[in-house]
């Protein structure tokens, strides 16, 4: 995020109906600035890696450069740009070869806006956002179910609390006011709990949280 607080991006999207769509919900959005828009993935590879936004909205399918090739583009060039996958297919061949590129967030073209809204904000913050119909359809399988839970392992209630809220999407601050603590003490929770369970990133903690089942369709994120 820059100075100003608001989150910069920039959407990538071959649809015009979309394109349009997607444009009016976040140029309604106070902390979001819409710093470019295009229907072609070279395009979009070039305007990222000039402008630099914050996030980065993609299509899995453009011309020019498909979703998951201009996200493991990006990851190299530009690995600062969170990006978040907006497509059609909830199928979970999609899914794990978009996270293993790069991508932070996996959202429905079907999802409402808000979905789409807390996903910019996650994915800005450092976290992960992943459809709730994703994890209950795509991620069934296992594919991101890597990390298992540990049984001889025992969180305090405060930190599965703060785990849970990471894994489903939440930024520090977002935790701290809902639980009425500062950030620092929410970064704390989060290092002790990530400590004992061994997870090393936020992509560890979410799939932890499917694993736990704490992300399962129709819970709130």
């Not at 991620?139 to 703060?162: H, Y």
């Amino acid at each position: 995020m820059k100075s100003n607080n608001r989150i910069r991006v920039v959407l990538a999207d071959d649809h015009p109906v979309v394109l349009a769509g997607i444009r009016a919900l976040l140029q309604a959005v106070p902390d979001i600035e819409l710093i470019g828009e295009v229907a072609d993935g070279a395009e979009a590879l070039t305007l990222i890696e000039t402008q630099k936004p914050d996030v980065a909205i993609l299509d899995i399918s453009m011309p020019g450069l498909n979703g998951i090739e201009l996200s493991r583009r990006l990851s190299e060039t530009c690995p600062t740009v969170k990006i978040i996958a907006l497509t059609v297919h909830e199928d979970r061949a999609y899914v794990k070869p978009l996270i293993q590129a790069g991508a932070q967030g996996y959202l429905l073209k079907r999802s409402a806006a808000e979905d789409l809204i807390r996903a910019v904000n996650a994915v800005a913050a450092g976290g992960m956002y992943l459809d709730p119909a994703i994890v209950s359809n795509a991620l069934s399988g296992g594919e991101l179910s890597s990390v298992t839970p540990t049984p001889d392992v025992t969180l305090s209630p405060r930190e599965e609390d703060v785990l849970k809220a990471i894994a489903q999407g939440f930024s520090n601050k977002e935790i701290a006011a809902s639980l009425q603590l500062s950030t620092k003490t929410i970064e704390t929770y989060k290092a002790r709990a990530a400590d004992k369970l061994n997870l090393k990133s936020r992509a560890e903690i979410v799939r932890y949280g499917v694993a736990k089942g704490w992300l399962a369709s129709g819970e709130e994120k």
